[in-house]
């Protein structure tokens, strides 16, 4: 191998090659950044746009503390919102139970009445009466009652 020389000239074409490469590269970055920059929607210049809640929830951004500050105010609602679920349900289950208790007490007290009747029907016949007040001395009236009307003159 030897050392070779070159003079200004040939120094000066390959400079010139180089710079021509690195031209043709950059060139090449910008098409490609341009491209790049085609597909890609345009930002709205005056707000940054946030992703939707079904892409922050795939992404995980939902567990960050900043989403959590930003919506604590929705999740207080979605909680409140849940416990009142879980009240309305033991309250219609206290609910149902008081009727079922309320109805087995009117069954039982419906029972009652119709036995206490059925004891004075019997307790009352024309017959155990005339019976019981034949002891007293009372009797039963042969002739049939009469009723007295009297007229008012107005």
């Known amino acids: 191998m030897e050392n070779e020389f070159l003079d200004q000239a040939q120094l000066d074409k390959l400079k010139a090659a180089a710079e021509e ?5 950059n060139e090449k970055k910008e ?16 707000k940054a746009t946030k992703p939707n809640a079904f892409v922050q929830i795939l992404n995980g951004d ?10 604590l105010n929705f999740i207080f609602f979605l909680i409140f919102l849940l416990i009142l679920l879980v009240a309305k349900g033991y309250y219609g289950k206290q609910l149902s139970t ?15 009445f119709f036995e206490a ?9 024309r017959m155990e009466l005339v019976e019981k007040l034949e002891k007293t001395g009372l009797r039963e009236t042969v002739n049939p009652t009469k009723v007295i009307r009297i007229k008012e003159t107005k």
């Open 31 to 46: 098409k490609k950044e341009a491209r790049k920059a085609k597909r890609k929607k345009p930002q709205p210049t005056g």
């Open 21 to 25: 490469v690195e031209k043709k590269k």
């Open 62 to 71: 939902f567990l960050s503390k900043e989403f959590i500050l930003n919506n």
């Open 117 to 125: 009747k059925a004891r004075l029907e019997e307790k009352t016949r």
């Open 98 to 112: 008081d009727v079922i208790k309320t109805q087995r007490e009117l069954d039982e007290l419906t029972s009652d």
